[in-house]
């Protein structure tokens, strides 16, 4: 048997007509910039987010920078996320030519350790970017009060985080979010693509100008601030609606493949949901010493696995100018070491599920 990481053919599959007169639609329309597909998954997607508004971009990775820049976020500023994270989250504080600075995660749940948070603040913290890491919320109470009271923004990187629940919520909790609709993501289009959510509609209307070169509603020619270039487009917003539509199908068909891989294979590695909160497993991720033969082994079964990610973002060669070094967050290191990820996505058969349930087992034993 042979078992991807993640199929989207299988998807496409399953949604085929309707993508494909979802994509057919713009094409005969012509009009494939700011148009009516945006602004309706724009609506419908803040909507799913219980959030005022949306804004749509090109990619979760300008999403973050958005975001940043229209949170007045600048040179010589500090702004906190995590050690393990997709480099994006970083690079994003980076170009703001602010400084990154990182803490350690909390083992179990492989995010923002809060504790260490508070100790990481300084006076040129300017904001907090937490990630909600393989759909799985981070303890957004205890930094919500922290934020308030040191008056700090909060931006929270939803890239792997469509539909989770912090303590009964939908995510983004703190007003501002970015997500990802990278292909392979929860919810995915067919390139790249990304979106802005948040309830202040003037930080909404500052992040729709930023993402196009600075026009403010109305303006066409007018330029208010200097922006990006960085617009969702016709084709991937329609791709966008018709999947949306799907969404919480296949993130409870998710939930019940991971409650089942978790019952068999004892579960290690994966946190335990606390009360309310919902995990929509962007990531099944299982944790074992011995990560790298585990691997191999179930590779040569033909399953596909993954790690998210190999390297904490200090041990990045990018980031060697900060002199972090080995030992800086244990906790994000030690995941590095172990960490796993087994195929995991809504058309998953539950032969397949039984196959790799059976080849993981047959290893750790
Ligand atoms: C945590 C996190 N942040 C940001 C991004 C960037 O998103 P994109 O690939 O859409 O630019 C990703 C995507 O992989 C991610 O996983």
Redesign the pocket.
Known sequence: MQIPLVDLKAQYAEIKDEIDEAVRGVIESAQFINGPNVKSFEASFAKFCGCKRAVGVS??????VVALKAAGIKEGDEVITTAN??I??AE?ISQMSAKPVFVDVERETYNMDIEKLRKAITPKTKAIVP?H?YGYPTDMKPLMEIAEKKNLAVIE?C??AHGTEYKGRRVPVSGIG?F???PA?ILGCYG???GIICNDEEFADRAAALKDHGRMPGEKYIHSLIGYGERLDEIQAAILNAKLKHLDKWIEKRREIAHFYTKSLNGAGVPKEAEKNKHTYYMYVVRHEKRDLLQASLKKEGISTGV?YPVPLHLQPAYSYMRLGEGAFPEAENAAKEILSLPLYPELEREQQEYVIEKVNGFVK
Do not use: I, W
């Open positions: 990619s979760g990775s300008s999403a973050l994270t997709f994006a989250t994003a990630v890491l990187d890239a792997q970015c990802s609709f990278f993501k790249d693509g990304g998210h």
